[in-house]
């Protein structure tokens, strides 16, 4: 009964390099949430997505961040041509359903150099 | 002004003392989560609820939709409860409190 995985749970990129983090769902939980803890900062949402769908894309970046969580497969964060700002730990949740409560992974720890 | 205000931003206690952190929020919200951080750690979600009081051990919390108004109290503290918690209003999305910090001295 693994709980909402995620990897690598550490990350170090240079700046203009891609970074790639993926986040496995509970089991039987379709709706998946990605959130950045700023360094000093509290938690912000970032993108809400189903199934091969993103629901609600408002908490993110226009440049450089993008989200999918395929058919078959993890959820995958995508921050191309990382910058220093970007440092920041990347939680994401899972819930069964839309408004249920979210179960959340151990985050990765973003550092660029 | 933040749509989840939470206070104390910081909080020492004794040993075994009762705890009360408190939630405001201004948004219209189905339900409320109540979450644990350990530094450097993962986020643990201790509660949902979206009326009346829900307990777990030795944490209650409970939520007053009218006054949008929510607690998280811990009984007999101890300091392994040390850590942050995080209210977090749950609307179209989750909106996030800053978090009150906890320190539980033996």
């Known amino acids: 009964n693994a ?29 998946v949430y990605w959130y950045r803890q700023l360094p000093e900062e509290g938690l912000k949402f970032m993108v809400y ?29 995508r921050i191309q041509q990382v910058v220093r700002g970007d440092s920041a730990a990347y939680f994401c949740a899972s819930s069964p359903a839309i408004r249920n409560e979210q179960f959340f992974g151990p985050g990765t720890r973003l550092t660029v150099l | 002004k933040n749509e989840v205000e939470q206070s104390p931003q910081n909080l020492t206690a004794q040993e075994g003392e009762f705890i009360t952190i408190n939630c405001s929020y201004s948004v219209g919200i189905s339900a409320l989560h109540w979450l644990q951080q350990h530094p450097g750690g993962g986020i643990v979600s201790l509660f949902m609820l979206s009326s009346g009081k829900k307990k777990h051990g030795r944490l209650i919390a409970t939520i007053n939709i009218q006054e949008k108004h929510s607690s998280l109290h811990i009984t007999a503290s101890h300091p392994r409860d040390s850590a ?23």
């Open chain 1, 49 to 77: 997505l189903q199934k091969e769908n993103i629901i609600d894309e408002s908490g993110m970046p226009k440049e450089r961040f993008s989200a999918e969580f395929p058919k078959e497969g993890p959820s995958i964060l």
């Open chain 1, 3 to 31: 709980g909402v995985m995620q990897n690598p749970r550490h990350l170090v990129r240079r700046r203009g390099q891609e970074a790639r983090l993926r986040c496995s769902p509970m089991k039987g939980h379709s709706h």
């Open chain 2, 84 to 106: 942050v918690y995080i209210c977090a209003a749950y609307g179209n999305k989750l909106v996030f409190g800053a978090g009150t910090i906890l320190r539980v001295k033996s």
